[in-house]
Nanobody
């Protein structure tokens, strides 16, 4: 079983920055798995934001966050750097881990519990 624990959410003004962290643990960790971030905004479905491969050498972002958010990882910890925040970035941010196709498709092996980000105008 794999456990993902997010932290770093909070409140920020539009144009500000936040840093999110996700630590993976558990006896069933597979070092070849990708890690990703998703967001669920109020009244909307959970959406994919970014993914990084197991080596940390390849990333992919959805268009709405490209150039503003940066995903990174160090072994079993994933990071999401949120810059130039907008009020529409408000939502619960979830960490995910699994095969690349599964994470991209929204069906990862593991989900975190989520961390809330609130951006005010």
């Amino acid at each position: 079983q794999v456990s993902l624990e997010e932290s770093g959410g909070g409140s920020a003004q539009a144009g500000g920055s936040l840093r999110l962290f996700c630590v993976a643990s558990g006896a069933a960790l597979d070092s070849s798995e990708a890690m990703g971030w998703f967001r669920q905004s109020p009244g909307k479905e959970r959406e994919f934001l970014a993914i990084i491969n197991w080596r940390g050498t390849s990333t992919f972002y959805t268009d709405s966050v490209k150039g503003r958010f940066t995903i990174a990882r160090a072994n079993d910890t994933a990071y999401l750097y949120l810059d130039s925040l907008k009020p529409e970035d408000t939502g619960v941010y979830y960490c995910a881990r699994g095969s690349g196709p599964d994470v991209l498709g929204g069906t990862p092996r593991s989900w975190g519990q989520g961390t809330l980000v609130t951006v005010s105008s």
